[in-house]
């Protein structure tokens, strides 16, 4: 945890706790972030809203209806990142203080597109409004020197998550939930009860910083590798899975019967083939995992049917990639 928030560029006391994934992660800071508006603020609006742009992942909108709360879709950009411009646009367009998070990406499940965090802080740090950056799958790649850039902002967040178990090679299932600043989290989960004031006190205890009470160490498969890998061999591993999703991007741009959707920012690649219909793709997919060859699984690009490349094993290589379009030809 004290590695992850160190790449963050978070503050020294900043801390958190490991969850059952993802869903549960957001959901989790951003209950903590509705707790701490209503504190801040006093007064509370008719519906609490949250903001968030059209390729946010879906667990914020089941986080929304667990909370019984709103939410404001703002438009991406050109490249499909939710920017400061056009959420101060929202905001502004409103003209009602509903809105008390703003749900950033770092690196979108189904492009890997990082918003602008640097952007979404100013408006954040201008309007008082908590920052959560869903970073499950992508901040992952602030291990890797050559992406680094891209999460500038991150260290202004009040909060984010990544899953060691997708880009970070630990085992199925862990959802690392950091927050700027954990005692707002643990003000709001904090359980009272007879049969538990024994567990409070001034120790760190993890069921006070997130949704769910009862939970095992989580952490410990991640940091048991980090511990006998090293940081280092994590930013190679990283870097590997780049380098060949740089090669997986110039073989699509070489072929004639495939083209990407998107430019490549990390190591998902979003590409069609020409010609292909929604079935085609379909059975493309399952021949290979009949094949025990690939796991490909086709995926949405508004209303067209696409492929998709997730790299985050640093164990595929640029062959693996040529055979699997090979079979597309």
């Known amino acids: ?19 059952q994934g993802g869903t549960l992660g957001n959901l989790s800071a951003l209950v903590t972030a509705r707790h701490a508006a209503n ?21 914020v909108e089941h986080a929304a209806r667990v909370m019984d709360i709103d939410i404001l879709r703002v438009p991406s950009d050109e490249l499909g990142r939710l920017t400061g411009t ?6 502004a367009g409103r003209g009602s203080d509903d809105v008390f998070a703003v749900f950033a990406t770092g690196g979108t499940t189904n492009y890997g597109v990082v918003d602008d965090l640097a952007g979404i802080a100013q408006v954040c740090r201008d309007r008082d409004l908590w920052m959560h950056v869903d970073g499950a799958y992508g901040l992952a790649g602030l291990a890797a020197p050559s992406v680094r850039p891209l999460f500038a902002g991150i260290e202004h967040a009040d909060s984010f998550i990544v899953d060691p178990h997708k880009w970070l090679f630990a085992p199925f299932d862990a959802c690392a939930l950091v927050y700027r600043d954990p005692e707002l989290a643990r003000a709001t989960h904090t359980q009272h009860a007879g049969y538990l004031e024994a567990l409070v006190g001034g120790e760190w205890n993890p069921s006070d910083y997130a949704v ?10 991640f940091w048991f590798s980090l511990a006998a890998n090293g940081t280092a061999a994590y930013q190679t591993a990283v870097e590997q899975t780049l380098t060949v999703a740089g090669q997986a991007e110039d073989l699509i741009t070489a072929l004639p019967f495939v083209e990407l959707v998107r430019p490549r920012q990390l190591s998902v690649l979003v590409f069609r083939r ?45 062959e693996d990639i040529a055979a699997i379009l090979e079979t597309m030809a």
């Open 39 to 59: 504190e801040r603020r006093g007064s509370r609006p008719h519906r609490w809203v949250v903001a968030c742009s059209a390729d946010a992942h879906s667990s």
């Open 274 to 318: 020409i010609g292909w219909t929604p079935q085609e793709y379909q059975d493309w997919s399952e021949s290979l995992l009949k094949a025990h060859f690939a796991f490909v699984m086709p995926s949405r690009h508004g209303e067209e049917t696409v492929a998709r490349f997730a790299i985050v094993n640093p164990r595929t290589s640029r």
């Open 1 to 19: 945890m004290r590695w992850l928030s160190d790449l963050a560029g978070f503050p020294s006391e900043a801390g958190g706790v490991f969850a």
């Open 86 to 91: 056009n959420l101060e646009v929202a905001l």
């Open 212 to 221: 769910h009470l009862s939970r095992r160490a989580r952490g410990l498969p």
